[in-house]
């Protein structure tokens, strides 16, 4: 397991800038556990004033993509360093929405891996298999191709640095999603884990991710091998995300003292 759990929201492509500030500012008067890291991955145009608001607190605040280039003719996208500017330190990389809308390929994912970690942000690496892939028993298959591919141009200088995975299964996501039963989660991010500790020579963190809520996020986070949750629509109200805070808090916390 990871020093600490990391417990997470993206809002996706959702909130207007007061919602952003609303949020953010009820979440900056809040503690959260020390065993716990919290991070928020707000859409681009709200990171500066989002992190602003968060500045002091132990919360993270991260960006939903970039581009391996520093700078150039790349009309639309945003930089690694750019997104270092406007405060955030974490960037979300190779989202499954990202790879079936927008064409993105493990080559890209990988390249922009190297790029967060040479401009000192954290790399949150999304993999997950589809419903067919899971179906035809490739899911182990499709996970060791992902995360092969997402280290693939990292030296061993670049391991020093932290990065994450997320394990999301596709089938598990957005709206209508099932969760992943628990020992299901439990196998893949050993599977997971075991392929990044080979390509890295350390252990990795994998949070997962799929239809996480209140409901079910105390069983999730206490399986072994999950470093945390990743969490979408259930988190988009600060009182949704607190009241997952809370109870992976305590769950952690009963499991690490019993």
């Known amino acids: 397991m990871a020093e600490k759990l990391w417990i997470g929201t993206s809002w996706k492509m959702n909130k207007s800038g007061e919602e952003a500030r609303r ?74 929405e990202r790879r079936t809308h927008f064409n993105e390929t493990d080559d890209a994912v990988g390249r922009k891996v190297k790029a967060a970690i ?8 999304c993999i997950g298999e589809t419903a067919a892939q899971k179906l035809q028993g490739e899911a182990d298959h499709v996970l060791k191709t992902q995360v092969e591919a997402a280290l693939s141009f990292l030296e061993d200088e670049d391991f020093k640095n932290p990065l994450l995975f997320a394990y999301e299964p596709v089938w598990a996501i957005g709206d209508g999603g099932t969760p992943a039963p628990p020992d299901y989660v439990r196998a893949r991010h050993a599977r997971i884990r075991k392929v990044a500790v080979e390509l890295s020579g350390q252990p990795v963190p994998c949070l997962y991710g799929g239809s996480v809520n209140a409901a079910n996020c105390t069983e999730l986070v206490t ?12 988190a988009w109200s600060v009182e949704g995300y607190l009241d997952i805070l809370s109870r992976c808090a305590i769950a952690e916390k009963r499991k690490t003292t019993a």
């Open 223 to 234: 399986c072994p091998d999950v470093d945390g949750l990743f969490i979408g629509r259930a």
């Open 118 to 125: 040479d401009h000192g942000l954290i790399p949150l690496i």
């Open 23 to 96: 949020y953010a500012q009820r979440l900056a008067g809040t503690q959260g556990a020390k065993h716990v890291q919290r991070f928020i991955i707000p859409p681009f145009p709200y990171i500066r004033e989002v992190a602003e608001l968060l500045e002091g607190t132990d919360i993270l605040v991260g960006a939903q993509n970039m581009h391996w280039e520093p700078s150039g003719a790349w009309t639309g996208e945003v930089s690694a360093p750019m997104l270092a500017d406007c405060g955030a330190r974490i960037v979300e990389l190779g989202h499954s």
